[in-house]
């Protein structure tokens, strides 16, 4: 699977973006898809996922601000991040865990090893 990340951009504190992972070459709801990030001189760290029930996991750091959900039609996984800070500011990756068939499918992982597909980051900035 190929995975597209886009819809990072430069914000205002308080403000909102919205992320898009769009998958080609695989359907994407027979992954576990997750989002990641990492700012300048820090380790890269799970944000969020979305198993392939469609249950989902945030981070503490932005419960309730970020939610994460999935178009199968559109085989696309969105990051709606709302009242956005400027410790938000990071590039932000997808990826994509195709878990072993016989595990549940609303397992699924916030280790970043765990993650075989990877797209390119997109960058979001937000200024206070």
């Known amino acids: 699977v190929q995975l597209q990340a886009s819809g990072g951009g430069l914000v205002q504190a308080g403000g909102s973006l919205r992320l898009s992972c769009a998958a080609s070459?695989?359907?994407?709801?027979?992954?576990?898809v997750g989002w990641f990030r990492q700012a300048p001189g820090k380790e890269r760290e799970f944000v969020a996922v979305?198993?392939?029930?469609?249950?989902?996991r945030h981070a503490e750091s932005v419960k309730g601000r970020f939610t994460i959900s999935r178009d199968n039609a559109k085989n696309t996984v969105y990051l709606q991040m709302n009242s956005l800070e400027p410790g938000d500011t990071a590039l932000y990756y997808c990826?994509?865990?195709?878990?072993?068939?016989?595990?549940?499918?609303?397992?699924?992982?916030?280790?970043?090893?765990?993650?075989?597909?990877w797209g390119r980051g997109t960058q979001v900035t937000v200024s206070s």
């Open positions: 979305i198993n392939r029930g469609g249950g989902t």
């Open positions: 070459g695989s359907t994407l709801s027979t992954y576990a």
């Open positions: 990826a994509a865990d195709r878990l072993p068939a016989y595990m549940s499918r609303f397992s699924s992982s916030t280790s970043e090893s765990d993650y075989e597909y």
